[in-house]
Nanobody, 124 residues
């Protein structure tokens, strides 16, 4: 079992930056892949970014490519999502997720563990 706890959300203005953190505990393994997803009211859950604990292999959704960066600190069991040049359309609840496999997957149904989410609101 893996527990995930996100933090770092808040209210910012367009163009600002924000960093989200996801602390993993429990049975965390180097063969897991971590992901960030977001969900705005009335919309489907959207893939944002993914990274592996071991090799740092990353992949991004088209809407955040070039603005967001995912990274990890193995010593702290923490995955980060650095968000730059935020836009009002980035407003959503952001979720951290873990998958018991290394392959790059952007479908949220294929992730095994989820955090409770953290709200990000970007005002124009």
């Amino acid at each position: 079992q893996v527990q995930l706890v996100e933090s770092g959300g808040g209210l910012v203005q367009a163009g600002d930056s924000l960093r989200l953190s996801c602390v993993a505990s429990g049975r965390t393994y180097s063969t897991y892949r971590m992901g960030w997803f977001r969900q705005a009211p009335g919309k489907e859950r959207e893939f944002v970014a993914t990274i592996t604990w071991s090799g740092g292999s990353t992949y991004y959704g088209d809407s955040v490519k070039g603005r967001f960066t995912v990274s990890r600190d193995n010593g702290k069991n923490t995955v980060y999502l650095n968000m730059n040049k935020l836009k009002p359309e980035d407003t959503a609840v952001y979720y951290c997720a873990a998958r018991r496999a290394l392959g790059i997957v952007v479908i949220h149904e294929l992730y095994d563990y989820w955090g409770q989410g953290t709200q990000v609101t970007v005002s124009s």
